[in-house]
């Protein structure tokens, strides 16, 4: 390996080894920085593999749902973009095995059909159902949460800010629009888990 390309490894091993330590404590800068970073390429990829732009936006928060839980898993070794794609593609095989009998991977390997390509791109009356039920769920975890963290959550995610916009229309500081989407996310997760149990 000459000199150049060394460089190039220990660079990109210092990084992933940044970003593990990171989600390791849950650092919500940094989860904001990885949000910025790869979120239109993420769901691009959750598009094309859930083949529905709204089955792909919710599993696209859930990736992120995920990454925050799990974030201690990534260990570094890889890149990660990598770990974060294969979270995403296991979601949306999950989900999809939960709807059909066939895998992902038996679909994407059928030569007949274009992957995940429905014939009629409205979403079918079970996505309806569970994005519906899915809503509501979340609706009535939303609203066991303080305001203030349920309005970042709502603005960021229900609204598609963007942090500084979110900031702007708080009146609040960039670093406790950060601080609470952190903290209200972890709330809701934890109510929405508790819901499941």
């Given at each position: 390996m000459n000199a150049a390309a060394h460089y190039f490894v220990n660079l990109?091993?210092?990084e992933a080894?940044?970003?593990?330590?990171?989600l390791r404590r849950h650092d919500p800068d940094l989860l904001d920085r990885l949000i910025e970073q790869y979120q239109h390429r993420l769901l691009r990829y959750l598009v094309y593999l859930s083949g529905n732009r709204e089955l792909a936006e919710d599993l696209f928060q859930e990736?992120?749902?995920r990454v925050l839980e799990r974030g201690h898993q990534y260990d570094g070794k890889h890149e990660f973009s990598t770990w974060l794609y294969a979270v995403a593609r296991n979601l949306t095989i999950d989900y999809l095995r939960k709807m059909s009998p066939l895998s992902l991977d038996g679909l994407m390997e059928d030569g007949e059909h274009a992957p995940l390509e429905p014939a009629d791109p409205r979403?079918?009356?079970w996505e309806l159902m569970q994005q519906h039920q899915q809503a509501e769920r979340i609706s009535a975890a939303l609203l066991r949460i303080p305001a203030e963290y349920r309005e970042t959550v709502m603005l960021r995610f229900q609204e598609g800010l963007a942090l500084d916009e979110i900031s702007t229309v708080t009146r609040s500081p960039l670093g406790t629009v950060k601080s609470r989407l952190y903290r209200g996310l972890n709330m809701l997760m934890m109510l929405l888990e508790r819901a499941q149990a």
């Open positions: 990109m091993e210092s080894s940044v970003i593990a330590r990171g990736t992120w749902i979403p079918m009356a």
